[in-house]
């Protein structure tokens, strides 16, 4: 029961923060980031696409009422939807993961998640995707798919099965290092101390933050176009840079920014034990 409360309740939240941002759910231009990585999401809510000669990978699915959009993006770039073979997720919240039910049944793919995600993205629950998880994933593990591999990074804390997606793509000559973020953030009602859903959460994000700062960054991408800087960065890349997207200083100073963060909400609560971030 208090595990479904806790669903409802995030639930709840998620809904109430799409409707004061109406970048969740605004059309973006699909574009080419590097190499075969695109992004097809909308204008705040990240979904990546890579390109393989076997069919296509699928990183989120944004909620339901985003799958119009994700399909016209990825017809835009020339691709089929209809070749989507493999579908991962950053996180179990709705805003990147509830339309993975529908995906996995029109297109056949299959999909692969952290394990510790894998009961949320199976619920049935309000808002979840009630979807088959065809492929438990552990932190390491890797994902492959003509030619393109990318590899799974247990970043917890956000959701038990938070993920941090890396992979290297060719650009000209040069081979880079792409870093796609599940989710750092402590979320409003987050409770860090004393919490008996979640007792390690606090030492998770520590882990995950460690975790962080050991990946080596040239492409910096994320869950949400917000931590990344996604509009500016695309305005930017319409005007004529090249490199628009390689921003390995922005990358250090969003974990460094994240991480303090989390430690002053840490901090706050262990003088306020179970008050829950604000």
């Not at 390109?51 to 017809?75: A, C, M, V, Y």
């Not at 056949?108 to 979840?128: F, I, Q, T, Y």
């Not at 009602?189 to 700062?213: C, E, H, M, R, S």
């Amino acid at each position: 029961m208090l595990r479904r409360a806790l669903v409802l309740f995030f639930l709840a939240a998620a809904i109430v923060l799409a409707q004061g941002n109406p970048d969740w759910h605004a059309e973006f231009p699909a574009f080419q980031i590097a190499g075969n990585l695109y992004y097809v999401g909308t204008a705040d809510l990240a979904v990546y696409l890579v390109h393989t000669p076997r069919g296509n990978i699928l990183i989120n699915s944004d909620f339901k009422q985003d799958l119009p959009l994700i399909k016209k993006s990825i017809e835009q770039l020339g691709f089929k939807y209809s070749d989507t073979k493999i579908i991962l997720i950053s996180h179990a919240h709705g805003d990147h993961d509830e339309g993975t039910g529908v995906i996995q049944k029109e297109t056949g793919a299959k999909l692969m998640v952290m394990d510790a995600d894998v009961p949320e993205e199976e619920s049935a629950a309000p808002g979840r995707p009630g979807a088959h998880v065809d492929r438990v994933l552990h932190d390491g593990g890797t994902v492959q798919l003509g030619g393109s591999k990318l590899v799974a990074h247990l970043t917890p804390g956000h959701t038990r099965g938070c993920t941090t997606w890396t992979m290297q793509e060719r650009e000209g000559a040069r081979t880079l290092n792409v870093v796609i973020v599940g989710s750092p953030n402590v979320n409003p009602g987050y409770i860090l101390v004393g919490n008996k859903n979640y007792p390690q959460i606090a030492d998770d994000y520590v882990k995950t933050f460690a975790v962080l700062k050991s990946l080596p960054c040239d492409v910096f991408l994320g869950a949400h176009g917000g931590y990344f800087g996604l509009k500016a960065k695309y305005e930017k890349m319409k005007a004529g840079s090249k490199d628009a997207f390689i921003d390995p200083d922005g990358y250090k100073a969003y974990v460094a920014e994240r991480d303090d963060t989390f430690r002053k909400e840490w901090e706050r609560q262990k003088q306020n034990p179970g008050s829950g971030a604000p």
